[in-house]
């Protein structure tokens, strides 16, 4: 959690400087996407990959020429393992911060920051039902294809008892 808490206040920091140097900053203003990916659970000695989906919506609230600022909601599958008749799997429904950072027009690279609402179930010789709040962190980068459609690729690693990490590509609309 102590590297989480640093990567945050860093990309904090860095965005306030690179805030005061911005002028002439619009956003685009709202976004919805959704992709496909693989995630890879872990729970004590199992260890499987799994094809899931992701949705989220957020808001870009500030989009500078060095800079981009938003906070995004989503839903992610964190997988599904099973052995010998036992089975778990967990979801999360997230909040975040996202920072990006354009290279070009049509390239930008993206980190990504915040909490999940995770849900595990396990039955089978142990039956879990749990929520908590965890904590989740990722980087990636997109290409705008046009001008309201980018392609991303992401990795996010959600810090849960589940141990899951995803590796997705998808598809963003902005509004």
Not at 38 to 62: K, Q, R, W
Not at 153 to 162: G, I, K, P, V
Request: zero cysteines; hydrophobic letters at 45%.
């Amino acid at each position: 959690m102590n590297q989480l808490s640093a990567m945050i206040t860093t990309l904090a920091v860095t965005a306030a400087m690179l805030l005061g140097v911005q002028s002439n900053a619009q956003a685009d203003d709202w976004y919805i996407g959704g992709g496909i990916y693989s995630a890879s659970a872990e729970v004590g000695t199992l260890d499987e990959s799994d094809t899931v989906p992701a949705f989220f919506v957020g808001y870009n609230f500030y989009d500078g020429t060095l800079l981009m600022l938003s906070v995004e909601g989503g839903y992610y599958d964190l997988g599904k393992v099973s052995s010998d008749g036992n089975t778990a799997e967990a979801s999360a429904l997230t909040a975040a911060g996202v920072v990006s950072i354009p290279f070009t027009s049509i390239f930008e690279f993206y980190g990504k920051a915040g909490v999940a609402q995770v849900d595990v179930k396990a039955t089978g010789a142990v039956n879990i039902d749990d929520k908590s709040t965890e904590s989740f962190a990722g980087v990636g980068f997109g290409l705008d294809i046009l001008d309201t459609i980018d392609i991303y690729a992401e990795y996010l690693s959600f810090d849960t008892a589940f141990n899951s990490d995803v590796v997705g590509v998808g598809i963003r609309l902005d509004f």
